[in-house]
Each structure stands twice: as structure tokens, then as C-alpha cells.
Nanobody
């Protein structure tokens, strides 16, 4: 089992910055990819950014150049740095972790509880 704890959301002004964190804990697994998704009211959940165990990253076009995803493998933690946020970035942000569980051997996705990010002046 994997537990995910997110932090860093809240109210931020347009043009400001914020950093989201998501720490994974538990045992019996190896973390593969980590990522962030978001869901705005009335919209489907969408990818924001992902990072592989090797450090390769992928971003949604809407956040390229404004967001940076990173991870600390020693802490099993993934971060999302968002600069110059826009009101359209307002959403609930969810951490996603894809792990390889050892027993039974399988690939499984886990989701955080979500953290609200509101971009407003």
C-alpha cells in the first residue's frame, strides 16, 4: 500500500508562484512515474506534468514554460513549481504515483487526496 500526502495548495495571486509537494510512504513497492493532474469545476481531470524514475518530464501545453516538475527519489517526493499562475490554473491538483508492487507483482496507480489551488487577485 502507498500513502500520498499532498501540500502546498491555497490562494495565489496571478503572477505569483507556488510549489506543490506530494510525499509517498509505505512499503513493498518501487516508484516508477510520478505526476500531477488537475480538475477544474465542470471539467475532466487533465494531465499537468509527469516525471519518470529517470527524470524525463512531460508537460501539458497549457503549462509549458510556467511549471517545473521535479522529484526527490531519496524522499519519494514529487514537486510542482508553478510560476506566473493564471486564473485558468484554478483547480484541484492531484498527485499521481505509478508503482511496481512486489507482492503481488503488479503495476498500480495511486492518487493523492487533492489540494485546491485558486489563482485570484
Amino acid at each position: 500500500q502507498v500513502q500520498l500526502v499532498e501540500s502546498g495548495g491555497g490562494l495565489v495571486q496571478p503572477g505569483g508562484s507556488l510549489r506543490l509537494s506530494c510525499a509517498a510512504s509505505g512499503s513493498g513497492f518501487v516508484i516508477n512515474a510520478m505526476g500531477w493532474y488537475r480538475q477544474a469545476p465542470g471539467k475532466q481531470r487533465e494531465l499537468v506534468a509527469t516525471i519518470t524514475s529517470g527524470g524525463s518530464t512531460d508537460y501539458a501545453d497549457s503549462v509549458k514554460g510556467r511549471c517545473t516538475i521535479s522529484r526527490d527519489n531519496n524522499k519519494d517526493t514529487v514537486y510542482l513549481q508553478m510560476n506566473t499562475p493564471k486564473p485558468e490554473d484554478t483547480a484541484v491538483y492531484y498527485c499521481n504515483v505509478r508503482v511496481r508492487e512486489i507482492r503481488p507483482s503488479r503495476i498500480k496507480d495511486y492518487w493523492g487526496q487533492g489540494t485546491q489551488v485558486t489563482v485570484s487577485s
